[in-house]
């Protein structure tokens, strides 16, 4: 049984960091691209950043220079690094690996 279990969100002050993690079972994990999306309060999910089995990433232009996606597939394990965090990032964060399979989410809220 796939199971995602995502951590590290929280509250934080505008301009803050946190940093959220992703644990994968239940799947050979470093045979897998991963990715974290995010979803605001009446808006669609969208694709954050991704990795891929070689390490080459992806952004959306949004984070770019901000956030920092990376694996350690001897944890099976998938990282978002967020520095410089703005209101508009408030939103549940998502990790989902490239077989379609999704965690529960964890929330993240920027705000003064």
Not at 8 to 36: D, H
């Amino acid at each position: 049984q796939v199971q995602l279990v995502e951590s590290g969100g929280g509250l934080v002050q505008p301009g803050g960091s946190l940093r959220l993690s992703c644990a994968a079972s239940g799947i050979i994990f470093r045979l897998y691209v991963m990715g974290w999306y995010r979803q605001a309060p009446g808006k669609q999910r969208e694709l954050v950043a991704s990795i891929n089995t070689g390490g080459s990433t992806y952004y959306t232009d949004s984070v770019k220079g901000r956030f920092t996606i990376s694996r350690e597939n001897a944890k099976n394990t998938v990282y978002l690094q967020m520095n410089s965090l703005k209101p508009e990032d408030t939103a549940v964060y998502y990790c989902s690996d490239s077989n379609g399979d999704w965690g529960q989410g964890t929330q993240v809220t920027v705000s003064s």
